[in-house]
């Protein structure tokens, strides 16, 4: 019962009740999209880990079947742990995961399909062979976990990354097989750092340096580079490089934490994320943990803890520099009532309310055009931390070229409300754009965390600033300059709940901005069920 549930989303991914974090072996298999993720079957807390497993035929509505891997076995007997999915040769889906062993050490293991003319693969059988890759020579029990995707070399050999810390060094730890059941430990990692601790949850893949498409994890030539995401510090961090497969060397420059820029797949809440590649729509898709805001035993009243993040086409962005995300596009099949606006001037210091649409579970788009940058104001050279420019100048703080953005969740007298939105700067050569999303006035609920994030997107404001939100009653997932910057929240208001939730434009810079295009739909529920609670198709 919504009523009862206010903070519940209607078109995220969420399992009906308890406790889930990472998205684990996100695939595509003959015609069916699984999404497996950690699973407490028994509380909104986290512990008893199993792997829930969810099927859709477009990524949008959901069936929930039976949890696909259970801890029963003395390698896994203390949780079932983070791991991705292969498909090998001949189209078989295979899965790599993290077993706490009956000693509390980690090791990996391998799950195969019962039955592959099952097309949900309902059920999965662990191997013999199990565990797969032990901690031996250096490698601490503690500090072993969370398998890629595997990628086939040129030589045949299947090599796979597993998250490490050596000598208090996060560690791609880098491992080879010719079957998939034998491993060795490769000399020399993928690839380490210096500046971080764990790695947890790495990924490793290719991306196109012309165009959007993805490719399939194996793939490596001229026209790709090489992703390596690592999760650590709370945060997403990743490096773009070249990976030369014949010496599994993989070269990059910046390195993590190495520049001022930190590149994140998100500047708010999201974490332990994982890729997959579509081979229906020839995507690279990006699916990451949204985690709580409001505490433990919020949780425990609500009955759940955690969402996914909307799966997100991810690709490398036409700079090189960085990647870029966007909502898959089958999340406009959900899109209704379309309110649309254009060429509206918004003076200094004024704002407006967007209406006829349901604010509390809406997708709104907007482009800014930023008519008279001449009076900008200058940025300092010692403003480097977005973040903290993002609390230090706050929506209600007044500029020239903004703050302008959106209020969302916010409610009627604003009392509550979430401030998405930018400020534009003259940097020493360039204009720099700052995004933010701060939830510092988002609940009169004390209780809950308030973050305010930020980052920089690197966008020119001569040509145009878009923001999209997708808002759905406790998140709020927005883009900024077409999916350069990314920063998710959550929200959790006492007042702009269901219909009593308004969403509004707002200008607190002193010269006018134009909205050149502004469109704002309705979301409609997505189906999300258990396969006994489905409801025929209409
Ligand atoms: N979550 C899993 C681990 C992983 C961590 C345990 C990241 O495998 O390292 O639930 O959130």
Not at 76 to 86: P, R
Not at 401 to 428: C, M, N, Q, W, Y
Not at 500 to 511: A, L, P
Request: with cysteine; charged share 20%.
């Amino acid at each position: 019962n919504p009523k009862n549930q206010p903070h519940r989303t209607a078109y995220h991914f969420q399992p009906p009740k308890n406790w889930m974090n990472d998205p684990n072996g996100p695939m595509y298999y003959k015609g069916i999209y699984h999404l497996f993720y950690q699973y407490n079957p028994y509380s909104a807390v986290w512990g008893n880990i199993s792997w829930g497993h969810s099927i859709s035929y477009n990524l949008v509505d959901w069936i929930h079947i039976e949890q696909a891997i259970n801890p029963t076995e003395p390698y896994d007997i203390n949780g079932c742990w983070s791991g991705s999915a292969s498909i090998l040769p001949g189209g078989n889906p295979v899965i790599l995961y993290t077993g706490s062993d009956f000693r509390n050490r980690q090791v990996q293991n391998i799950a195969v399909p019962k039955n592959l003319s099952d097309p949900y693969l309902r059920e999965w059988i662990k191997s013999d062979h199990n565990p797969l890759m032990t901690p031996m020579n250096g490698i601490d029990p503690q500090f072993f976990r969370d398998p890629t995707t595997a990628w086939e070399g040129p030589d045949k050999i299947w090599r796979v990354v597993v998250g490490s810390q050596i000598k208090g060094h996060g560690t791609a730890l880098l491992y080879q097989s010719r079957d998939f059941v034998n491993w060795t430990r490769s000399h020399r990692p993928l690839h380490f750092s210096n500046k971080t601790a764990m790695w947890e949850c790495p990924d490793f893949y290719p991306v196109s340096v012309d165009g959007i498409n993805g490719l399939d994890t194996s793939v490596q030539d001229t026209g790709t580079k090489h992703v390596l995401k690592a999760s650590f510090n709370d945060r997403d961090y990743y490096i773009i490089g070249t990976y030369e497969p014949e010496t599994d060397t993989f070269s990059v420059n910046p390195d993590f934490m190495d520049s001022n820029v930190k590149l994140r797949y998100d500047y708010g809440i999201f974490y332990a994320s994982k890729t997959f590649y579509d081979s229906a729509k020839r995507r690279r898709i990006l699916w990451g943990w949204v985690l709580e805001a409001d505490g433990e035993p919020d949780d425990i009243n609500k009955g759940w803890s955690g969402l996914q993040s909307l799966p997100r086409s991810i690709f490398l962005d036409k700079t090189g520099k960085q990647l870029s995300q966007w909502p898959i596009e089958e999340i406009e099949t959900l899109r209704r009532k379309e309110v649309n606006l254009q060429n509206k001037e918004i003076k200094g210091g004024t704002m407006f309310e967007i209406t006829g649409i349901t604010a509390s579970q809406a997708d709104i788009e907007v482009s800014f055009h930023l008519p008279n940058l001449d009076e900008v104001e200058l940025m300092h050279p010692e403003w480097l931390d977005p973040q903290f420019l993002c609390s230090e100048k706050n929506a209600a703080t007044g500029g020239v070229i903004g703050p302008f953005g959106i209020l969302a969740l916010a409610s009627k007298d604003l009392t509550e409300h979430t401030a998405v939105f930018f400020r534009v700067f003259r940097g020493h050569d360039n204009y720099v754009v700052l995004m933010c999303s701060d939830q510092n006035r988002s609940s009169l609920r004390e209780e809950v965390k308030k973050s305010t994030f930020g980052a920089f997107v690197d966008v020119d404001p001569v040509e145009m600033i878009s923001l999209r939100s997708l808002i759905d009653h406790s998140i709020i997932e927005s883009f900024g300059g077409e999916g350069k910057t990314c920063i998710t929240a959550r929200v959790y208001p006492k007042l702009a709940i269901g219909n009593e939730s308004h969403v509004y434009v707002f200008n607190n810079g002193t010269e006018s901005i134009r909205i050149s295009n502004l469109s704002a739909w309705s979301m409609k529920r997505a189906q999300i069920f258990p396969l006994h609670k489905r409801r025929k198709p209409e």
